[in-house]
């Protein structure tokens, strides 16, 4: 699939106009909106459909706007659902079976994306700041989860929400975002994906007492003893018992 490029963005390149910052988003409509309210944003089909099918890198009309409006930040935002854990593996869990599937996995390959991201884009733009943001949704009222949702429940707050996408090295309640050329040594810590502590406090709400995998290794939290303990170990996994 083709980006999305907005018709705003489509003259400011035509004009060669310097842009500060270019926001790249999965869903079109997202592009679309945010434009209208000002935002420099480019639409993908996907999380992953950031690159060039044919070479693996930039897609050529993405590389043609950071190079030629003289882009000086790239930031790779994503919904403020994407530390969540699968919905459907949640409703399978329970305190008394094991489970079969990894609770982690889903923040995992959006913790992927980013480093995948960031390894397309870093040699191509060597002069640019790469950063990764998520709608922070916990924090909003409403809790949207794109950025579409985000102006269209706060219109009266899209001035400051375009203000801030454009300015990435400032903290703000409405986005948490991460430099890649600094902090991609964090992305663990920021997914929540470090332990099987920081996991299971994130998502304590969730999980509640019930087991699950973390990294192939299973674990539960135990009320009596007020900790997170380990059921199965992940070598343990590779197993069998046949016969007596």
């Excluded at 480019?42 to 992953?48: A, L, P, Y």
């Excluded at 949704?137 to 809790?143: F, H, L, P």
Aim: glycine share 4%; with cysteine.
């Amino acid at each position: 699939q083709y980006p999305y490029i907005p018709i705003q963005l489509l003259e400011k390149w035509e004009r060669r106009e310097r842009i500060e910052t270019l926001v790249i988003t999965e869903g079109f409509f997202k592009a679309f909106k945010a434009s209208m309210c000002g935002g420099d944003v480019i639409g993908i089909g996907g999380i992953t459909m950031f690159t060039d099918t044919s070479t693996g890198g930039i897609h050529r009309d993405i590389k043609r706007v950071i190079k030629d409006c003289q882009v000086k930040n790239v930031i790779f935002l994503h919904d403020g659902d994407c530390l969540d854990i699968s919905k459907s593996l949640l409703d399978s869990m329970s305190k008394y079976t094991m489970p079969t599937k990894d609770a982690s996995e889903r923040p995992r390959n959006f913790r992927n994306t980013v480093k995948k991201f960031y390894q397309v884009y870093s040699p191509e733009l060597p002069n640019v700041q790469i950063y990764w943001s998520y709608i922070n949704s916990s924090a909003i009222t409403e809790t949207p989860k794109g950025l579409d949702d985000l102006l269209v429940t706060h219109p009266q707050e899209v001035e400051r929400i375009i203000y801030d996408l454009q300015h990435p090295e400032l903290i703000t309640s409405y986005f948490n975002t991460c430099n890649l050329n600094k902090e991609r040594s964090s992305l663990d810590k920021r997914f929540f994906i470090d332990s099987a502590q920081s996991f299971y406090t994130r998502h304590k709400q969730e999980l509640q007492n019930n087991r699950f995998i973390f990294f192939g290794t299973v674990y539960r939290w135990d009320p009596l003893n007020n900790k997170l303990e380990e059921v199965m170990n992940q070598s343990l996994l590779a197993i069998k018992r046949i016969g007596q």
